[in-house]
């Protein structure tokens, strides 16, 4: 691939011509069908990329995207190919039949299509997400805060996700990438002191909290008046 640059406060325009996803097949038939979904949930994944690469040579053979309830369908000349199931976004790992990672094309599993027959191959995509939830209360009197802001910030302290307190003083920040965090708790009505995990007043001294995919990591936090 050719590479392009892109540089601050500029516009860097790339056009492109695609062929069509999944153009008519040449010689005898198959097709391939199947059904994404996510492994934790068994949710249809929509909107995924589903890639048959001839195994002979690697080439892209066709490709489709899966429907609203995570199917999808390819027409192909009959041959051994290797399927890779490419995720619309972040919440999900790319992998290549059956259940190999996606960097892993020696180790996919071929499939053979057959003229004139249909074969199923579905795909259960791991989740790449978790999620971080809790409750904010009052120190002293152990009353919920609605209204309370609560971050995740990375092992770069950058901003990875945030949420507001409901009136049960109850947030959720979903989905957040797996890995570790500082969580900081803040009252944008200045009576409460900000704070960091656990019981923490600096990024630095906060106790950091693990996010893992398709997991609830729950961090409660109990705010000083101030």
């Known amino acids: ?32 069908s199947g059904t994404v979904t996510d492994s934790a949930s068994g949710a249809p994944v929509r909107t995924a990329l589903v890639v048959a ?9 066709s490709a489709a995207a899966t429907g609203p309830d995570g199917t999808y369908t390819l027409d192909l000349p009959a041959g051994t190919y290797k399927l890779q199931f490419v995720p619309s976004n972040a919440h ?45 209360t009052d120190d002293t009197t152990h009353n919920p805060l609605p209204g309370a802001w609560v971050l995740a910030l990375d092992t770069n302290g950058a901003l990875a996700g945030g949420a507001a307190t409901d009136t049960n003083g109850h947030y959720q920040i979903t989905p957040l990438p797996a890995g570790t965090y500082r969580i900081v708790a803040l009252d944008p009505t200045g009576n409460h002191r900000h704070e960091f995990h656990n019981n923490a007043i ?19 936090m109990a705010l000083t008046s101030s």
């Open 1 to 32: 691939a050719t590479t392009r640059t892109v540089t601050p406060a500029a516009n860097t325009t790339t056009n492109m011509a695609l062929m069509p996803a999944n153009p008519p097949p040449i010689g005898p038939s198959g097709t391939l």
């Open 53 to 61: 690469v001839r195994a002979a040579d690697g080439q892209v053979a």
């Open 92 to 136: 999900h790992l790319t992998e290549w039949h059956h259940d190999r990672p996606g960097g892993d094309f020696p180790g996919a599993t071929p499939v053979t299509v057959t003229a004139a027959t249909t074969t199923t191959i579905d795909a259960d995509l791991t989740p790449s997400t978790g999620t971080l939830d809790g409750t904010i």
């Open 202 to 220: 600096s990024y630095a001294a906060a106790t950091t909290r693990t996010v893992t995919p398709a997991a609830n990591t729950t961090t409660n």
